[in-house]
């Protein structure tokens, strides 16, 4: 088990992570709709509201911390939700290839 310091201290590097859109990725917004198609895959992707928050603030390189805190005041949801859910939503996109830290 990590320390308490330690714990803050990869929780405060993580808030400090940037993420930009890979170049490979194609995406759109359409009628304030972002659509995501994949290089190796055939599905169209569409994010819901708050996916939509996270991806224009991916597209304009914010901090993970500042998009967690846009996620918990726009939608009034705790803030450690708001990080939880932020950071499935990133992880998942890095799996895929469809951002990259920076």
Known sequence: MLGESKQASIVTRRGEERFAVSPTIAHREINGRVLLLLPRDSNLYAFNEPG??????????????????????????????????????????????AIRRI
Do not use: C, E, N
């Open 52 to 97: 939509r928050v996270i991806w224009r603030a991916v597209v304009r390189k914010r901090r993970t911390a500042d998009i967690a805190a846009t996620i918990a005041k726009t939608f009034g949801i705790p803030l450690a939700r708001a990080q939880r859910d932020v950071r499935d939503l990133l992880d998942d996109l890095l799996r895929r290839g």
